[in-house]
């Protein structure tokens, strides 16, 4: 197992609120009893598929699917090479940082990815939780950087703010994770338990001094 297939795995999950198994899924899961590299391999399967292309409504949910499973599996070793891209302290964020956010995960090289087998090291990237509503993250950031562009999920809690847009549609694609960008989404079961109260997860993808 590669290290950058795990952080890529790590940005995903960050990225994008996990979807729970059904109970066929669940009980399929459950009498197999796969192990992590079953998992591993069959995301790895899904975004090779993907291509140059954005996945399918069915395909992100398989892949939310895979990821959820994976996660309630005890992957210590998954944990522990998620706290190993970490920083304990927001030193160097070039964007502003959301007034009374906590930070979650600072990876100030950036982290390295893997999409159709071509490897990508992101831009320097931070996540954080904070107790407001997204939608006022999102006033916060338009204030604050004028000059980037919005891209909106299918509802009305999922955002993207991008300092130029890139040529392939939808939120979260590949080229984005070399783009300065905010994304902002709502916590989940996984991420709102770091702060209690929390009500947004949002990630910043900064560019480095000149």
């Known amino acids: 197992m590669t290290s950058s297939l795990i952080r890529s795995i790590l940005v995903l999950c960050l990225a994008v609120p996990a979807m729970a198994l059904s109970g066929d899924q ?15 391999q069959q995301i790895h399967a899904l975004q090779t598929s993907f291509r140059e292309r954005a996945p399918s409504a069915d395909e992100r949910q398989r892949f939310y699917a895979l990821v959820e499973a994976m996660q309630t599996s005890g992957d210590d070793q998954l944990r522990d090479n998620i706290l190993d891209t970490s920083e304990d302290h927001e030193t160097g964020i070039s964007l502003p940082v959301y007034p009374g956010s906590k930070l979650l995960m600072h990876a100030r090289t950036g982290i390295d990815l893997e999409f159709n087998e071509r490897p990508l090291l992101s831009l320097p990237t931070a996540s ?3 107790r ?3 939608q006022e993250v999102l006033a916060f950031y ?16 999922h955002f993207q703010l ?14 984005s994770y070399l783009l300065a960008n905010v994304r902002i989404r709502p916590t989940d ?8 109260g929390a009500r ?11």
């Open 128 to 130: 954080f939780l904070t």
């Open 132 to 134: 407001a509503a997204p």
């Open 26 to 40: 669940q009980t399929t899961a459950q009498a197999a009893e796969p192990t992590r590299q079953d998992y591993l």
């Open 142 to 157: 338009q204030t604050a950087l004028p000059g980037y562009q919005l891209r909106q999920g299918d509802d009305d809690n």
């Open 162 to 175: 991008l300092q130029q847009l890139p040529d392939q549609p939808g939120l979260d694609v590949p080229e």
């Open 189 to 196: 079961s996984r991420t709102g338990v770091h702060l209690e």
């Open 200 to 210: 947004t997860l949002y990630h910043l993808y900064y560019p480095l001094p000149d």
